[in-house]
Nanobody, 114 residues
C-alpha cells in the first residue's frame, strides 16, 4: 500500500521561508510525476507546482518564490517556499503518479501571518 506523508508545514511570518517534504512509502517504483497542491478554507484544490522528467511547472502566483525538487532514490518531493505571503496560507498536499495511479498525502498546514 503506497502512502504519502508530508511534513514541514507550520506558522511563519510574511517574508519567511518553509520547506515542505513528501515521502512515499510502500513502493520501490519511482513516481512518474510529483506535484504539490494547496487548498485554502472553502476553496478548491489548486496546483502549486509539478515536476516530471526534466520539466517543472508553477502556478503564476508562486513563480519565482517557490521551487519544486525531487530525490528519486528516496521517493521524495520537496517544495521550497520563499517570500511567503498571507495568501499562501493553506493546507498543502502532495500527489504522486505511480504506475498510472494517483496517490495523495493527507496534507500539511502552512499559515503565514504577522
Amino acid at each position: 500500500q503506497v502512502q504519502l506523508v508530508e511534513s514541514g508545514g507550520g506558522l511563519v511570518q510574511p517574508g519567511g521561508t518553509l520547506r515542505l517534504s513528501c515521502v512515499a512509502s510502500g513502493t520501490i517504483i519511482s513516481a512518474t510525476a510529483m506535484a504539490w497542491y494547496r487548498q485554502g478554507p472553502g476553496q478548491q484544490r489548486d496546483l502549486v507546482a509539478a515536476i516530471w522528467g526534466g520539466s517543472r511547472r508553477y502556478a503564476d502566483s508562486v513563480q519565482g518564490r517557490f521551487s519544486i525538487s525531487r530525490e528519486n532514490a528516496k521517493n521524495t518531493v520537496y517544495l521550497q517556499m520563499n517570500s511567503l505571503k498571507p495568501e499562501d496560507t493553506a493546507v498543502y498536499l502532495c500527489k504522486m503518479i505511480i504506475r498510472g495511479r494517483d496517490y495523495w498525502g493527507q496534507g500539511t498546514q502552512v499559515t503565514v501571518q504577522g
